[in-house]
T-cell receptor, first 109, second 113 residues
Framework: SQQGEEDPQALSIQEGENATMNCSYKTSINNLQWYRQNSGRGLVHLILIRSNEREKHSGRLRVTLDTSKKSSSLLITASRAADTASYFCATGGSYIPTFGRGTSLIVHP | DTGVSQNPRHKITKRGQNVTFRCDPISEHNRLYWYRQTLGQGPEFLTYFQNEAQLEKSRLLSDRFSAERPKGSFSTLEIQRTEQGDSAMYLC???????????FGPGTRLTVT
């Protein structure tokens, strides 16, 4: 079973728009990570947020974490066609992260 | 390129054959992970090494699967008597003991015919 579940499963936007995807999880965590995967490739680590943090920024990425609701969101601002990929959240209760099914993002040029 | 590498990138085999995949992690990383990913799913954990010790194995890892990391550097994943259900992308990742961020290789895509 996969603890992290991303929503929506698919998202289609125009270049320049913002993209928001959400992750819900079930049990307590030490941290939550977001990864990106381009079609047929390995995953790339984007950002990690710890359970005692509420918000974190990295370039055009903004991640929030609400431990009371057991949810996180990833915001990509001013999206680009190159952001087209699948995005996964991974919850870390121990040293083995548990991945969700991902959100497939398509950014149209 | 000092990232995680995996070989081969693609493998097509007939049902019943054995296959072996190799993963070379980032050199200073002492943790190494194997995952399996099928279409439309996220990576599913298979097994984990810290240095040469295999510390945890998923229930997904049947007795047909075996993994080694003999000198705490590269790792191999062997699947014996392959089945069509083994068709998937096999991903390797590595990390530092002190960090949670994992660095993934490009994966080995296995097709069992």
């Amino acid at each position: 079973s996969q603890q992290g579940e991303e929503d929506p499963q698919a998202l289609s936007i125009q270049e320049g728009e913002n993209a928001t995807m959400n992750c819900s999880y079930k049990t307590s965590i030490n941290n939550l990570q977001w990864y990106r995967q381009n079609s047929g490739r390995g995953l790339v680590h984007l950002i990690l947020i710890r359970s005692n943090e509420r918000e974190k920024h990295s370039g055009r990425l903004r991640v929030t974490l609400d431990t009371s609701k057991k949810s996180s969101s990833l915001l990509i601002t001013a999206s680009r066609a190159a952001d087209t990929a699948s995005y996964f959240c991974a919850t870390g209760g121990s040293y083995i992260p548990t991945f969700g099914r991902g959100t497939s993002l398509i950014v149209h040029p | 390129d000092t990232g995680v590498s995996q070989n081969p990138r693609h493998k097509i085999t007939k049902r019943g054959q054995n296959v072996t995949f190799r993963c070379d992690p980032i050199s200073e990383h002492n943790r190494l992970y194997w995952y399996r990913q099928t279409l439309g799913q996220g990576p599913e954990f298979l097994t984990y090494f810290q240095n040469e010790a295999q510390l945890e194995k998923s229930r997904l890892l049947s007795d047909r699967f075996s993994a080694e990391r003999p000198k705490g550097s590269f790792s191999t994943l062997e699947i014996q008597r392959t089945e069509q259900g083994d068709s998937a992308m096999y991903l390797c990742a590595s990390s530092l003991k002190s960090a949670d961020e994992q660095y993934f290789g490009p994966g080995t895509r296995l097709t069992v015919t």
